[in-house]
């Protein structure tokens, strides 16, 4: 059977973004790489003993393995596309960047991780550029239980988060992740290497050891969790995968 190698990696760098999700957390990875919107397949583990395949459950611990992910017989998916932030963001007729900043800012008022009031900066979750098509596709896939929103647009403020200027540095570059583990619960994982002796923290990299709060782990959740126009999980689990 031929195969397609999709993450591959150091057990100790899953582990690090595992954390206390063990397995759970590459199951959703493998869903959202393969099947987002209906994450039909299953995990599954070769164990190194018996040489035999077996189903991982979410509890399972990760192990120095290879791992597969197998779709119901009959079943072809698309892989979910990577959009890198290098381009210059477009402009639409349908919506307007400063509205949305100011929607979003009024929305949360202080940053999702830090609680920072000021400076904030609308963190935009998918760039600006993809424009609205693309935004909807994205919405409805990865977000499929969410309400339609008729005319949807990449300016909706529910593509935007507040962040402070060092995190938004970050998030736009995909280098700072939101990893949702429970309801309106996130958490910050980083996906930088830190300079030997050094520690990236909400401030930036500083020099350890430091006071200043380490990101990677750092609790995040939306200022109002009620908020109808929040960001739908869905939406981050996509800037998550980027």
């Not at 994982?189 to 990299?205: A, E, I, K, L, R």
């Not at 959740?221 to 009620?226: F, L, V």
Request: hydrophobic share 35%; with cysteine.
């Amino acid at each position: 059977t031929n195969t397609l190698t999709l993450l591959s990696g150091p057990l100790a760098e899953f582990v690090k973004y595992s954390r206390a999700e063990q397995s759970n957390w590459l199951i959703d990875m493998a869903h959202d790489i393969c099947d987002p919107a209906a994450m039909r397949g299953s995990l599954f583990v070769c164990k190194l003993d018996t040489m035999q395949w077996s189903p991982v459950t979410p509890t399972d611990p990760l192990t120095a393995s290879v791992y597969t992910y197998r779709l119901p017989a009959g079943v072809v998916v698309g892989l979910s596309k990577i959009s890198g932030r290098k381009n210059k963001s477009r402009t639409s007729a349908t919506g307007n960047a400063s509205t949305m900043a100011g929607r979003v800012k009024r929305r949360d008022g202080v940053c999702w991780a830090t609680g920072v009031m000021s400076p904030i900066i609308n963190s935009h979750i998918c760039p600006k550029r993809m424009g609205d098509h693309l935004a909807r596709v994205i919405y409805r896939t990865f977000s499929p239980t969410s309400p339609p929103i008729l005319n949807l647009s990449i300016y909706d403020e529910r593509f935007g988060l507040a962040l402070s200027r060092t995190l938004d540095a970050y998030f736009h570059v995909y280098e700072l992740g939101l990893r949702a583990v429970g309801v309106n619960q996130y958490q910050c994982h980083v996906f930088m290497d830190n300079t030997p002796g050094w520690v990236h923290t909400t401030s930036g990299q500083i020099r350890a050891p430091t006071t200043i709060l380490t990101l990677h782990g750092l609790n995040a959740s939306p200022p109002q969790p009620q908020h109808t126009s929040n960001p739908p999980p869905g939406l981050l689990r996509w800037h998550y995968l980027q």
